[in-house]
């Protein structure tokens, strides 16, 4: 069973910094990408920022400049540096694996529980 778990979530100021980590574990043969979606109160998911095993990252428009993904391959760990922060960036947010499990020619989502950021203007 693949396993996707995200920390680093909390309550911060308008202008502060989080650092959000995310660890894919389990039965992996390989990861084809990470990366993290946020979903506000009310709202639908949607992308923040994703790293492709290929280096190809891609931003939302709201966050570039602002947030930084990063990936420890060897740990199969992904980050999101989240800095200065405005209150539209609160709600959960999700981490995701595009993993290939053992013995399977395809690639699959997994998806973790959610971490809660809290924005305070």
């Known amino acids: 069973q693949v396993q996707v778990v995200e920390s680093g979530g909390g309550l911060v100021q308008a202008g502060g910094s989080l650092r959000l980590s995310c660890v894919a574990s389990g039965r992996i043969s390989s990861i084809n990408a990470m990366g993290w979606y946020h979903q506000a109160p009310g709202k639908q998911r949607e992308l923040v920022a994703t790293?492709?095993?290929?280096?190809?990252?891609n931003y939302a428009d709201s966050v570039k400049g602002r947030f930084t993904i990063s990936r420890d391959n060897a740990k199969n760990t992904v980050y999101l540096q989240m800095n200065s922060l405005k209150p539209e960036d609160t709600g959960v947010y999700y981490c995701?694996?595009?993993?290939?499990?053992?013995?399977?020619?395809?690639?699959?989502?997994?998806w973790g529980q959610g971490t809660q950021v809290t924005v305070s203007s």
């Open positions: 790293q492709t095993s290929g280096e190809h990252t």
């Open positions: 995701y694996a595009e993993v290939t499990l053992p013995g399977a020619p395809f690639q699959y989502a997994y």
